[in-house]
């Protein structure tokens, strides 16, 4: 047998070998894309198409009787009306910053409370079932509508509540405090006691999956506890952090029934507007507006992407 013909005889092998892999990965492929069809269907039907109509409808037409399906970009041209004149900020301006400003309180605190919370669940329960039981617990909130527990609110932050009540007759205060209901305050406190729970979940979930001999390694190598905290808990929790600060974001830039509920339809939103023109039917108008909230709620969430690869974290 010649030298040239050894390479052949090795290659021969192979070949079928290659082929049979190729198959095996196209099928593997095949059954993830069938598996993954029926979501994806739900996904386009719920998600996408009326995605698509909204922007549709926003570049339509419309008077004080009907909606013209022509296209037209006053609507916005409406939104940002003033917002080029340097002297005095535009309403739309103004909204969203109001709409911030609630959004990064609300993160804020519960950032706070989500991580204090999700620490203590992971690293200083030892039982599943007493965890499981603590989750069960910080879940029942949700038993009841958001409106009942906004509403319960009323009775304990009102003029003659239940807190001022008390104020008053431990002597610390002379007459009501006004600002506790109708107010900013309120209005922050709703969406903390709301939306915690969405922020305490995914944290919890990167913390379990720490290794705890991480913990052990950084306090034998001389670690405080809040060096431990800083440099090893924390970056390996941002997963669930970036996770838990989209849902609370999301859920309050859109959030239209608390500021109503909890601000005394006095004070404004982004979704209070939206919601309002919908009640007009000015449903181009308000279609515009949707579509440039949804703009700005995807800006901060790709700005949020960029700081961790949840893909990568994940």
């Known amino acids: 047998m010649t030298e040239a013909a050894l390479p052949a005889l090795a ?50 037409e419309y008077n004080e009787y009907e909606i013209i399906p022509a296209f037209t970009l006053q609507n916005y041209v409406d939104v940002f009306e003033g917002c080029l004149d340097t002297g005095n900020a535009c309403t739309t301006l103004r909204t969203y910053l109001s709409t911030l400003k609630f959004c990064a309180l609300t993160w804020v605190f519960t950032l706070l409370i989500g991580f204090t919370v999700a ?40 003029r003659n509540g239940l807190v001022n009540d008390t104020l ?40 379990a999956r720490i290794d705890r001999a991480l913990i052990e390694a950084a306090y034998d190598a001389g670690a405080t506890g809040w060096q431990t905290l800083w440099n090893v808990v924390i970056p390996l929790a941002k997963p669930g952090i970036a996770i838990g600060s989209i849902f609370v974001i999301t859920l309050v830039m859109g959030d239209f029934v608390t500021v109503g509920v909890m601000g005394g339809q006095q004070i404004a ?46």
């Not at 069809?37 to 698509?52: D, R, S, T, Y």
């Not at 900013?184 to 969406?191: E, H, I, R």
């Open 119 to 158: 620490y203590f669940v992971a690293f200083h329960v030892r039982s599943r079932n007493v965890q499981m039981v603590l989750f069960l617990v910080c879940t029942i909130p949700f038993w009841t509508s958001n409106v009942i527990r906004m509403i319960s609110w009323i009775p304990l932050l009102g």
């Open 11 to 60: 290659d021969a092998p192979i070949a079928p070998a290659a082929a049979s892999l190729a198959a095996k990965t196209r099928r593997r492929r095949a059954l993830a894309y069938v598996q993954a069809a029926p979501m994806a269907l739900v996904f386009g039907f719920f998600f996408l198409v009326p995605l698509l109509l909204t922007l549709m409808v926003s570049f339509w």
């Open 269 to 314: 939103s982004v979704g209070k507007i939206i919601q309002v023109q919908m009640s007009a039917l000015q449903l181009p108008a308000a279609a515009a507006n949707a579509a440039v909230l949804l703009g700005a709620v995807m800006l901060m969430i790709v700005a949020m992407t960029r700081l961790i690869d949840l893909r990568k974290e994940l």
């Open 168 to 207: 008053m007759g431990l002597g610390l205060i002379a007459r009501p405090i006004e600002g506790l209901l109708y107010s900013d305050f309120a209005v922050v406190l709703a969406f903390v006691h709301l939306n915690t729970v969405f922020m305490i979940v995914p944290i919890f979930n990167s913390m």
